[in-house]
């Protein structure tokens, strides 16, 4: 399983890293929607600003009749269960967990000095809608499903 | 408005402070809190483990080293530091929210504390913050580990400062401790955290700050009661008292010490006014009118029609009707 932007950034500054994920978060195809237990979470107008991420959530909620229902981002906003659109991004992760990927982080615990390691894969779709997702998690959806 | 995820800098950094190993292989090995929570015992060191450390510990026992077994009465004091590129929120927006989260990696808390999160700026390379320090440092938000703190859940702290302490202009750092060495409390068995730290490619379970803010706005006020040092407006329905005015049209009282003004249907009082139409009464130190149908007194006024008795230390005027009183012109 390829990691070429984590191989890319090698020996990069921590600012040519952030840069660098950027530029190849905005010259992706907006990933398909992502669904988890009664919340659907889609990602659109993917570009830049300034240099930094950004991009629009749009959020669906289940209708009760086995369909979704979309959710009105606005009012959540004024009720004060998200920050709005559009959402920037500085730094944005480019892996996810998965205990069959290839990128092996290890850590040591300070104490007991027990090595346990992480994996991850390089997933830059999963990785944008995992940031969408949580930041529109504490949006209210129909019928009071969270 | 706006939401801003900031994902933690890759300089994060973690230390740790002990006291009661090795100092001499020849006695007992006799720690004290607070020469670790001070950071003045055995040893400083940063932690390059890939994970962040908050808490403290107290272990006893004995080790075998150099021959020897010795006896050890040992305590570490666990501090970690973070930091947000916060800097592209526009200086002149306003931060309503910001909220910090990190994903457990491990949870040795036997003893719950609170994680706190205090403004600290460590620049490039943290250093020991000594515990008797940490009260003074501005606490931005906390989170209890009574709340559980299970491996690769992400946790939200509590906003007690947080947004109001949101860097504009440059990273937010901090510094993550335990309430119970902020509290002075010795540890009696394990008692701290593992976190996530940010990595270098940057996974989902690094430390983040979702920060809310707006642009700066103008505020636009045309109900009753306003009180302003300067206003520019093309219609005013309520009363209200300005320092200083440029306006087309008022239908109600208003105080100004200086106003512009084309039409006046109420009375006003204005220490000086530039005035196209009057039909009220009204009283001015300096004035220059192009029509007046009512009485005012100025003590200078320029006016170019007067249909009512007018009183004035200085006056020209192009048109005169009768009941003046006019100290010179």
């Not at chain 1, 749009?58 to 004060?80: C, F, N, S």
């Not at chain 1, 500085?90 to 892996?95: C, E, F, R, T």
């Not at chain 1, 290890?106 to 390691?117: A, K, M, R």
Request: include cysteine.
């Amino acid at each position: 399983m390829p990691s070429p932007i984590s191989d890319a950034m090698v020996g990069m500054t921590p600012e040519e890293r952030a840069a660098y994920k950027t530029a190849q978060f905005a010259a992706m195809n907006p990933p398909d929607s992502l669904v988890g237990g009664t919340r659907m979470v889609a990602v659109n107008n993917i570009t830049t600003v300034g240099g930094i991420l950004q991009f629009e959530v749009a959020v669906w909620g289940t209708d009760g009749m086995g369909g979704w229902m979309l959710v009105d981002l606005e009012a959540a906003r004024i009720a004060g269960e998200w920050g709005g659109n559009p959402v920037r991004v500085v730094n944005p992760p480019i892996l996810v967990p998965d205990p069959g990927g290839d990128v092996e982080r290890t850590s040591e615990d300070p104490i007991t000095h027990v090595v346990t390691s992480t994996f991850y894969r390089e997933d830059l779709d999963s990785a944008l809608m995992q940031i969408a997702y949580d930041v529109t998690e504490k949006i209210t959806l129909p019928n009071n499903e969270m | 408005m706006s939401t801003l995820v900031v994902y933690a800098d890759t300089s994060d950094e973690a230390m740790g402070s002990d006291d009661g190993y090795g100092q001499d292989f020849d006695t007992a090995w006799n720690g004290t809190y607070s020469a670790a929570r001070s950071g003045t015992g055995y040893s400083r060191y940063p932690i390059y483990s890939g994970v962040e450390a908050v808490g403290q510990e107290y272990a006893v026992g004995n080790v075998f080293y150099d021959g020897d077994d010795h006896y050890y009465d040992w305590f570490a004091v666990y501090e970690s530091f973070l930091a947000f590129d916060t800097s592209s929120i526009p200086d002149g927006d306003t931060v309503s929210a910001a909220v910090l989260r990190v994903t457990s990696y491990a949870d040795y808390s036997t003893t719950n504390f609170d994680i706190q999160a205090r403004l600290h700026d460590w620049g490039t390379t943290a250093d020991w913050v000594a515990g008797a320090d940490l009260s003074g440092l501005t606490l931005l938000g906390s989170y209890a580990t009574s709340g559980g703190f299970t491996a690769t859940t992400g946790y939200d702290f509590s906003d007690t400062a947080m947004a109001a302490n949101v860097n504009k202009t440059g990273s937010t750092r901090m510094l993550f401790c335990s309430s119970r060495t902020v509290g002075n409390n010795a540890p009696t068995t394990t008692e701290y955290v593992n976190i996530y730290s940010a990595d270098e490619s940057g996974t989902t379970r690094d430390p983040k700050l979702t920060v809310t803010y707006a642009a700066g706005s103008t505020e636009v006020y045309d109900g009753p009661g306003p009180t302003l040092d300067a206003w520019i407006i093309a219609t005013r329905t309520g009363s209200f008292t300005a320092a200083a005015i440029l306006k087309r049209t008022q239908v109600g009282s208003f105080t100004a010490d200086a106003a512009i003004k084309s039409t006046v249907a109420g009375s006003f009082t204005t220490n000086a006014v530039l005035l196209r139409g009057q039909t009220g009464s009204f009283a001015a130190n300096a004035i220059t009118l192009k029509a007046a149908s009512s009485s005012f007194t100025a003590a200078a006024t320029i006016k170019a029609t007067v249909a009512d008795s007018t009183k004035a230390d200085a006056i020209r005027l192009r048109t005169f009707w009768f009941g003046r009183v006019e100290d010179g012109f």
